[in-house]
């Protein structure tokens, strides 16, 4: 794929830490130019700082993707400077984890407001652009989409509806030479899954250590996935190798998904 993505344009939600900016950085060592989007700027100026070290220095776009404004901000910088859109990488969201009696209403409000709302309404901005360049969505979801743990009801709740609307939009894709996928990553070495390990642990009423030596027992996995496994696999469905796959998602998790699929 070496210089395959020279002279496009990536935008990254949630593309300043962990899976976001690991796919960052896969894309811009292909030559791409790189757009990050979320909520802290000390965040992105590390991110940006790593970015520029291997490829073209990326715009990065501050701002709560919660909200409609923060969501056309993004847009309108990315328009603004670049005037197009090949790749729009759906990746920020976060859901809290916890004993379902306990979690507020806010929490649901607020993980559907990120991860759900946020990834619609990017992908609604920037199609037009990617029709143009006959592009790609990715939508970075999460295992959960596929099965149920009931300390974990707003992410999984968060991640089929995702799932289901990137199946949905990858029909309109079909018909606007836009390819639409997912990825499903398993439990992953970032900041956000040891967060995620100590919420359900004190849900569990168990210690943050037995509570990851039991997940490690029972997943039956060589090893935890990595932010690196989710880039390669990003930057595969977004070349032209991948061109007829549509519609798909793919899980990464060392083959822990139960199920056929």
């Not at 100026?45 to 073209?56: F, L, Q, S, T």
């Not at 359900?200 to 990851?212: D, H, P, Q, T």
């Not at 996935?225 to 070349?239: R, V, Y």
Request: net charge positive; hydrophobic share 45%; glycine share 12%.
């Amino acid at each position: 794929m070496s210089g395959e993505f020279k002279d496009k344009v990536v935008v990254i939600s949630g593309g300043s830490r962990g899976i976001g900016r690991s796919i960052a950085l896969a894309f811009a060592r292909e030559g791409a130019q790189t757009a990050l989007a979320a909520s802290s700027e000390p965040n992105l100026a590390a991110a940006a700082k790593a970015v520029a070290a291997v490829g073209p220095a990326p715009l990065t776009i501050a701002g709560d993707l919660r909200k409609p404004e923060g969501c056309e901000q993004v847009y309108k910088a990315v328009n603004d400077r670049f005037h197009r859109c090949d790749v729009l990488i759906n990746n920020a969201g976060a859901t809290r984890a916890g004993n379902f009696l306990e979690l507020p209403d806010d929490a649901w409000l607020d993980g559907f407001a990120l991860k759900f709302f946020g990834a619609v309404r990017l992908t609604r901005l920037f199609w037009p652009l990617l029709k143009n360049a006959r592009g790609h969505v990715v939508s970075i979801i999460g295992g959960a989409a596929r099965t149920v743990e009931p300390e974990f009801l707003i992410g999984g709740s968060v991640n089929a509806a995702s799932t289901n609307f990137a199946k949905g939009l990858s029909k309109l894709g079909m018909r606007d030479g836009v390819n639409v996928n997912a990825i499903h990553p398993g439990r992953t070495a970032t900041e956000r899954t040891e967060q995620l390990f100590r919420q359900r642990a004190a849900a569990l009423g168990k210690s943050y250590e037995e509570f990851v030596a039991s997940v490690v027992a029972e997943s039956g996995a060589r090893q935890m996935t990595t932010p690196e496994d989710i880039a390669e696999l990003a930057l595969f469905l977004c070349s032209e190798r991948a061109r007829q796959i549509q519609g798909t998602a793919i899980g990464v998790d060392g083959g822990t998904t139960p199920g056929l699929y």
